[in-house]
T-cell receptor, first 112, second 114 residues
Framework: QQQVKQSPQSLIVQKGGISIINCAYE??????FPWYQQFPGKGPALLIAIRPDVSEKKEGRFTISFNKSAKQFSLHIMDSQPGDSATYFCAARGDYGQNFVFGPGTRLSVLP | DSGVTQTPKHLITATGQRVTLRCSPR?????VYWYQQSLDQGLQFLIQ?????ERAKGNILERFSAQQFPDLHSELNLSSLELGDSALYFC?????WGAGNTIYFGEGSWLTVV
């Protein structure tokens, strides 16, 4: 119930392509879903986040798509760049009394 | 820069030893979290404090302990260290416990046990 599943484990995309990372959860008490980007040797940094009352949120080249009924959400990176090469973590948090639960991460490599 | 400060950045110690990792949260943040990240592994939640009190506990070993002080900084104590404890330890902070806002991570403390 507390798990967040994430796929794929690793992803290789050509420059200019679309990167798609998928996450799924079981706990319907989760109501806040952030994505974090982590570069080697650095701490995870908030990239974009969504609440389940909207189906999509876009910030620049990054878009979260949210399917509440399926309990799934995904990160789309449009026009992927080599600088996007990093590990991406999806996460979920309940409104009260629950900690953040992180997916296992996806290592993205964007080839020049 | 997230505003979360962790020291030391790197630490090498021998098995059986004890170390203390320190974290200063973002200004105004009352909640502190500790996570462990082993090589090529995900973020394993260890423990959370809110305004000095323990709020949530994850997969924290009995050899590990933490506390949050009145000035809101936090320390993670790791004792009887084993080779398998080598990892990157992250501190994160957020404004309040229970609200839907996000958490911000520090740069981490690299611990190597030899």
């Amino acid at each position: 119930q507390q798990q967040v599943k994430q796929s794929p484990q690793s992803l290789i995309v050509q420059k200019g392509g679309i990167s798609i990372i998928n996450c799924a959860y079981e706990n319907t008490a989760f109501d806040y879903f952030p994505w974090y980007q982590q570069f080697p040797g650095k701490g995870p940094a908030l990239l974009i986040a969504i609440r389940p009352d909207v189906s999509e949120k876009k910030e620049g080249r990054f878009t979260i798509s949210f399917n509440k009924s399926a309990k799934q959400f995904s990160l789309h990176i449009m026009d992927s760049q080599p600088g996007d090469s990093a590990t991406y973590f999806c996460a979920a948090r309940g409104d009260y009394g629950q900690n953040f639960v992180f997916g296992p991460g996806t290592r993205l490599s964007v080839l020049p | 820069d997230s505003g979360v400060t962790q020291t030391p950045k790197h630490l090498i110690t021998a098995t059986g030893q004890r170390v203390t990792l320190r974290c200063s949260p973002r200004s105004g943040d009352l909640s502190v979290y500790w996570y462990q990240q082993s090589l090529d592994q995900g973020l394993q939640f260890l423990i959370q404090y809110y305004n000095g009190e323990e709020r949530a506990k994850g997969n924290i070993l009995e050899r590990f302990s933490a506390q949050q002080f009145p000035d809101l900084h936090s320390e993670l104590n790791l004792s009887s260290l084993e080779l398998g404890d080598s990892a990157l330890y992250f501190c994160a902070s957020s404004e309040v416990w229970g609200a839907g806002n996000t958490i911000y991570f520090g740069e981490g403390s690299w611990l190597t046990v030899v």
